[in-house]
């Protein structure tokens, strides 16, 4: 039996659970993979928590380069979070030629391009599948699964704590604060919710997934995002009444030689799988070239799921190193055939307006002029029945059109004296 | 670039599948892999037809042995089918040291101990992810990403075909019959359709799954399967008035030391994921003790997503060989832990039934005190207005109870000289 010894940077939630799920099915990977996983060590500012989980405290150090130095630890499993610390510990893991897990997309996608060159250099794996999707093996997926296919899209459910909020909302027809306010309450938003809510936990993934499909590193700068802290239970339930649901969605599109990689809350049609993601959960599908359309769906998050992504690669890691195939599978791998970011200004989409108009005569062909002027063609348009004071909101579907043109549009409708509040704006996604 | 020999036994659709997969991201493949994957030799019975797909005939060869010997060829893909002859074909190819890829289910299911044992004495890959679930990547989830965990179940929709049908079914309220000649019309159903709609394909694949969750080679005359061959239409409606939809569902647990294997058209509730799978698609869900839920879904057959999961293979056992570390993932590894087979009639499930039954008072007080002798717990009952002749369709939906003691029961109401035609039971699947 091989023994492999793995050093943990990171004694939280997920490096508990890993300790537990090592504890628990150690044998079981023994068995199946024929490779003793040991826990050397592990690192943590705080070695006097308990968390749960019963370990021989001569393990426990507050020193990581002990760790990392450590001659019988060959896997350094980072669990720190954050991005400089972990970036230092990681780049110094890599040089002394240790293989390394990972769960840190934020680090992956500010700094992913240097640690997979380092990787790269030193010769060694650096896996990250727990930095996407938790339990759910989506990165193995992308880049082994479906290595034949040209990525041609993907629509990811990224966040379980935007979803779980969205979720609620319209189950509930609760407002947004509210609702965060008691996911708090209960452990599913942080007390700074702001990297969750205003969509830079997703941003960070969908980046990270890009750089698997496309083979660029992509600057978190240039990419598009929005979040969902402006969304209001009255869109919600009139997406509801017009068959969709409101999702958070990460979108990847290859087409024209263009890249697209966007963040925004999008009307999904009911009857789609990703409308049916409720909760915690995340899905992401990816519509590939050759495979056409694959879904995978599970817990985003949490001690358990994100735990069973790092065993995966520790496994995956291990067998590398027992058959002396390290870097089997490269971290990344640079690809320009697939061409570059199209401005968010150029995506074209269908959108879905809620405009707040005076109920006069002639309004609805004023703003039909409008869009028309900046070639957005009207698909339905519908009249509700709610007034807020002499407003009254209008539904607007229309067919695809080009994003700059309804930023034009919206400005110009916006600026009608009849006009009650700022329109307001979501696309729409119909997966064709 | 490193080149790999690759040759083809068996040009029909998901072969040539994978000769335009080649040669449309051959290019992509190399990129992302560094290797380039050279079709060296395709074998079939006939060399003349169109597949629509343009190959130099000096590639095609009858004799699929010349392909196997050639030694500019490293890895056979088998996809001829069939029981016997692929056998043979693919252990030849293992003794001579080459890599296996194979999507032939059905004689991994009957004959895999044999051919996961010669793969592993020659120290070679044999790989089959094309073999359950086509452009899904199942097998490397199970094997790879969840290999950390133990799978406490797994629930499949494993056969299109049957899903096509049901999904008609229900849709348009026709009968099998009909649904089954449209579907052999539009080439979705064999004209021989038996082992798709009775349940053996499915079962074929559930004990591929079974042998990579357990570790263990179940024998398919073990396996209780059940197929859609009797599904009416008048219990789909009523399923549908319950709030439940009839899937062929692959059912796999492990519980209390014993393991289920059983295919069986089942009622699963309406809100579930898997309820929400039609048409020819697939899916699986997989519960492991660690992950918890995840789940899987896409094109479940066809040339092109059959096509995906074999190029897949290719690359992965190109990997290998270019890296020197052929059989880093074993094809099966043997595990004594799980526990056998349990009976059939030991597996509690809850039950529907529909009874057909005289319009008599004390009918229903008579059939409640047989399934109450046979310790069979009544949820709920309805009974509903049609009617054939004297007898009404009387629905009970039961609390869990044991396989054995269902069969007993209905062996006993279907001797009442009031119930007018054998009574009708479904499974229902609550997944918790």
Chains 1, 2 share one sequence.
Do not use: W
């Not at 994003?403 to 110009?412: Q, S, V």
């Amino acid at each position: 039996m091989k023994e492999m010894g793995i050093g943990l940077l990171g004694f939280g939630t997920v490096g508990a659970g890993v300790v537990e799920g090592l504890q628990r099915n150690g044998g079981l990977i023994e068995r199946r993979t024929g490779l003793r996983l040991v826990l050397k060590r592990i690192a943590d500012l705080d070695v006097d928590r308990d968390r749960g989980v019963a370990v021989d405290r001569s393990l426990l150090t507050t020193d990581a380069m002990s760790v990392i130095d450590d001659p019988e630890v060959g896997i350094i499993v980072e669990l720190i979070g954050g991005v400089d610390v972990a970036r230092e510990f990681i780049l110094k893991s890599l040089e002394r030629g240790k293989a390394v897990v990972t769960a840190n997309k934020a680090l992956l996608a500010e700094h992913g391009k240097e640690l997979y060159r380092a990787a790269d250099a030193a010769g060694v794996d650096l896996y990250y599948e727990a930095s996407v999707g938790g339990g759910i093996p989506i990165i193995r997926a992308l880049r082994e699964g479906l290595v034949a296919n040209r990525i041609q899209s993907l629509y990811g459910i990224l966040n379980g704590t935007c979803n779980y909020i969205l979720t609620r909302m319209e189950q509930e027809g609760l407002p947004f604060d509210r609702v965060l306010e008691e996911a708090q309450e209960a452990g599913y938003a942080e007390a700074e919710p702001g990297l969750d809510i205003d969509g830079l936990d997703t941003a960070h993934k969908a980046v990270v997934l890009a750089a698997l499909a496309y083979g660029q590193s992509f600057d978190m700068a240039d990419v598009s995002v929005e979040g969902i802290r402006e969304v209001e239970s009255i869109d919600i339930g009139f997406a509801g009444d017009l068959g969709y649901r409101i999702k958070l969605l990460a979108i990847l599109k290859e087409s024209e030689g263009q890249i697209e990689i966007r963040i925004h809350p999008t009307l999904v049609p009911r009857a789609h799988l990703l409308a049916s993601v409720g909760g915690v959960f995340n899905a992401i599908m990816v519509h590939g070239d050759v495979a056409g359309d694959t879904l995978y769906h599970g817990r985003g998050a949490g001690r358990e799921a994100t735990a069973s992504a790092v065993l995966g690669d520790i496994v995956d890691v291990a067998r590398n190193i027992a058959r002396g195939s390290p870097a089997r599978v490269p971290a990344f791998v640079h690809d320009d055939q697939h061409g570059s970011l199209r401005r968010v200004e150029d995506v074209r989409s269908r959108y879905y307006l809620r405009l707040s108009l005076k109920d006069e005569p002639g309004m609805l062909a004023k703003v039909a002029d409008i869009l028309g002027r900046h070639r957005i063609s009207i698909a339905s348009v519908f009249q509700k029945e709610e007034r807020t004071g002499e407003y009254v909101p209008v539904i607007i579907l229309t067919h695809r059109a080009v994003e700059g043109n309804f930023r034009d549009a919206i400005k110009e409708i916006d600026a009608l004296k009849e006009v009650g509040a700022p329109t307001v704006r979501y696309r729409i996604e119909d997966f064709d």
